[in-house]
């Protein structure tokens, strides 16, 4: 009898730890998931944002070259005075 309950005993012990690594690898899974989906969004993110930086820098660069324009005609127009 004792034997019988303790051979009982290991099994209810194999199958709860078995059941807890399944939930254990469940919740893992699930957070590699979720943050898989952050990582791209994230990625996403930082894409839409360095096309706008490089579209802010290509703008001041033409802003740049207009200012530059302005000065070369100013200082041309004040060589001529």
């Known amino acids: 009898m004792e034997e019988k309950k303790l051979n009982t ?3 209810v012990t194999i199958i709860v ?7 254990t ?5 699930n957070k590699i998931e979720n943050n898989t989906k952050e990582i791209a969004r994230l990625e996403k993110q930082f894409d839409r944002s360095d096309a706008t ?3 802010i820098n290509s703008q001041l660069a033409g802003l740049n070259a207009k200012m530059d324009l302005l000065i070369d005609g100013r200082l041309y127009v004040q060589e001529k005075k």
């Open 25 to 29: 690898f469940g919740v893992c899974q």
């Open 53 to 55: 930086i490089q579209n």
């Open 9 to 11: 005993g290991l099994a």
């Open 17 to 23: 730890t078995v059941l807890g690594w399944g939930v």
